[in-house]
């Protein structure tokens, strides 16, 4: 399947389609690249975003592979407006669902970042987890660069301290 990978701010991240669907978004930097029509939009749509130049949804078609349940968490993701967010309790109380289960599926999204589980936190809008590299470190760093968090002082002494 053809791949592409660029640099973000963030990290090196690769995308990968089929039959000019996105299938995956993966850290790191893949060392088969195809960079095809398709996927060279796919990149330059996610460079308008972390430009902070794309401010609505990404247009791009998606193969989501995943059971019924994992496939009614990530269409509910693919609706959070860029800039804000929902709990894993919202989710579920829109699906019909548990907030774990709705927490697990999240942690299962095969194309992090065009489908927003980030913007997905825990009850009390704490971070709760990211399956992303870097963690929830990374999730920050989305939700500051959509404006839905603050980068504060406690953020930065935060960061500074994983120097130490």
């Given at each position: 399947?053809?791949?592409?990978?660029?640099?973000?701010?963030?990290?090196d991240i690769?995308?990968?389609?089929?039959?000019?669907?996105?299938?995956?978004?993966?850290?790191?930097?893949?060392?088969?690249?195809?960079?095809?029509?398709?996927?060279?939009?796919?990149?330059?749509?996610?460079?308008?975003?972390?430009?902070?130049?794309?401010?609505?949804?990404?247009?791009?078609?998606?193969?989501?592979?995943?059971?019924?349940?994992?496939?009614?968490v990530w269409?509910?993701?693919?609706?959070?407006?860029?800039g804000e967010?929902?709990?894993?309790?919202?989710?579920?109380?829109?699906?019909?669902?548990?907030?774990?289960?709705?927490?697990?599926?999240?942690?299962?999204?095969?194309?992090?970042?065009?489908?927003?589980?980030?913007?997905?936190?825990?009850?009390?809008?704490?971070?709760?987890?990211?399956?992303?590299?870097?963690?929830?470190?990374?999730?920050?760093?989305?939700?500051?660069?959509?404006?839905?968090?603050?980068?504060?002082?406690?953020?930065?002494?935060?960061?500074?301290?994983?120097?130490?």
């Amino acid at each position: 399947m053809p791949q592409l990978s660029l640099h973000t701010p963030i990290m090196d991240i690769t995308i990968t389609e089929f039959d000019e669907k996105i299938v995956s978004l993966d850290w790191g930097w893949s060392p088969f690249q195809e960079p095809t029509p398709f996927l060279r939009e796919a990149k330059k749509q996610l460079d308008a975003y972390f430009d902070g130049d794309l401010l609505q949804n990404f247009d791009l078609p998606l193969d989501l592979d995943g059971s019924d349940h994992q496939k009614k968490v990530w269409h509910a993701m693919l609706d959070i407006p860029f800039g804000e967010t929902l709990t894993y309790g919202e989710i579920a109380k829109k699906i019909g669902s548990a907030a774990q289960p709705v927490g697990t599926a999240c942690g299962t999204n095969p194309i992090p970042i065009i489908v927003p589980c980030h913007r997905v936190l825990a009850s009390g809008n704490k971070m709760g987890g990211f399956s992303g590299e870097g963690g929830v470190h990374t999730k920050r760093a989305l939700l500051i660069l959509e404006g839905a968090m603050e980068y504060t002082a406690d953020i930065q002494q935060e960061q500074l301290s994983l120097l130490d």
